[in-house]
């Protein structure tokens, strides 16, 4: 079997374990510390990778600055939100549905950012998105009081809000990193993201990291196959023309951490959880629908 034919498994297989990755690390760490312990390791690994494959790094101030904002952006605020909120409570499982949340927001502020009219179509796909996410989030909030209600929801609305790192990232990301090697844009990223969460690990949470077993496996798998790998694969699929079916394979996100939180995790598959992942899945679908030219 040829890469080409089993890159699209393996990027899916490793992108949705960056939802049940966390899981690991609480009690060993605080989020915000062991994120910058892996966007730490994660640059140095692309630099020492970079200068073995001699790939040319910017010299243009500009593009240095444009890959340092795009990883703040893409890294930094929203995987630090995400694994803050995984850390405190969010179950991995409806992460991964919330994960879809970010085309859906992005042709949501299409209309604003680049004055681009939404079909009807596409329209109904935001609702259905977002009715979704509700009804996936029903069992964490049944028969509980208000109090419970409030602690409960604070780390989902975070989880939501950081979702706009993705989005804005991923427009800057299209509007001003266009040039340069990759692997070296990578550097400037995850440099970026670090200056994010470096200092919120001494104002968000204690800090905490306890050089377990456990925790160096998460690590290792953080930012090898996450970072490195994951990210590799994906920049395979467009560079070789998949750039459709690379972006097709988000719909493909929520049902399989799902699965994998089910799997590893024991996280309840009930009803409410695979509702909402099939109408979030086709909201998604719909959203991404471009409309017939007249």
């Given at each position: 079997?040829?890469?080409?034919?089993?890159?699209?498994?393996?990027?899916?297989?490793?992108?949705?374990?960056?939802?049940?990755?966390?899981?690991?690390?609480?009690?060993?760490?605080?989020?915000?510390?062991?994120?910058?312990?892996?966007?730490?390791?994660?640059?140095?690994?692309?630099?020492?990778?970079?200068?073995?494959?001699?790939?040319?790094?910017?010299?243009?101030?500009?593009?240095?600055?444009?890959?340092?904002?795009?990883?703040?952006?893409?890294?930094?605020?929203?995987?630090?939100?995400?694994?803050?909120?995984?850390?405190?409570?969010?179950?991995?499982?409806?992460?991964?549905?919330?994960?879809?949340?970010?085309?859906?927001?992005?042709?949501?502020?299409?209309?604003?950012?680049?004055?681009?009219?939404?079909?009807?179509?596409?329209?109904?796909?935001?609702?259905?998105?977002?009715?979704?996410?509700?009804?996936?989030?029903?069992?964490?909030?049944?028969?509980?009081?208000?109090?419970?209600?409030?602690?409960?929801?604070?780390?989902?609305?975070?989880?939501?809000?950081?979702?706009?790192?993705?989005?804005?990232?991923?427009?800057?990301?299209?509007?001003?990193?266009?040039?340069?090697?990759?692997?070296?844009?990578?550097?400037?990223?995850?440099?970026?993201?670090?200056?994010?969460?470096?200092?919120?690990?001494?104002?968000?949470?204690?800090?905490?990291?306890?050089?377990?077993?456990?925790?160096?496996?998460?690590?290792?798998?953080?930012?090898?196959?996450?970072?490195?790998?994951?990210?590799?694969?994906?920049?395979?699929?467009?560079?070789s023309g998949q750039v459709s079916r690379a972006a097709s394979l988000i719909y493909?996100?929520?049902?399989?951490?799902?699965?994998?939180?089910?799997?590893?995790?024991?996280?309840?598959?009930?009803?409410?959880?695979?509702?909402?992942?099939?109408?979030?899945?086709?909201?998604?679908?719909?959203?991404?629908?471009?409309?017939?030219?007249?």
């Open positions: 079997m040829t890469l080409e034919r089993i890159a699209p498994i393996l990027f899916v297989i490793l992108w949705s374990s960056g939802w049940i990755a966390p899981v690991y690390g609480i009690g060993h760490a605080s989020a915000e510390v062991f994120l910058s312990v892996r966007f730490a390791t994660a640059a140095v690994a692309f630099a020492i990778f970079s200068m073995i494959m001699g790939a040319r790094w910017p010299r243009d101030p500009k593009l240095m600055f444009h890959g340092f904002m795009s990883g703040l952006l893409l890294h930094g605020c929203y995987l630090g939100g995400v694994w803050w909120a995984i850390f405190n409570g969010v179950p991995a499982s409806v992460s991964g549905v919330i994960a879809a949340l970010q085309p859906l927001m992005t042709a949501a502020l299409a209309p604003i950012l680049v004055k681009e009219r939404l079909s009807a179509i596409q329209v109904l796909g935001l609702l259905l998105g977002f009715a979704g996410i509700v009804t996936a989030l029903v069992p964490s909030f049944e028969g509980v009081d208000a109090a419970v209600f409030a602690e409960r929801s604070f780390p989902i609305a975070v989880n939501i809000i950081s979702m706009m790192g993705a989005v804005l990232g991923t427009l800057y990301q299209k509007r001003f990193v266009q040039g340069g090697d990759m692997r070296t844009t990578a550097v400037l990223q995850y440099i970026g993201a670090l200056a994010v969460v470096f200092p919120l690990a001494f104002l968000v949470d204690e800090p905490k990291f306890d050089f377990s077993l456990q925790l160096f496996l998460t690590l290792g798998w953080s930012v090898f196959a996450l970072s490195m790998g994951a990210v590799a694969l994906l920049l395979y699929l467009i560079r493909l996100m929520p049902p399989a951490v799902a699965i994998e939180s089910f799997i590893f995790l024991g996280e309840p598959l009930g009803p409410w959880m695979i509702a909402g992942t099939v109408i979030v899945v086709f909201g998604v679908w719909l959203a991404g629908r471009k409309p017939k030219a007249a």
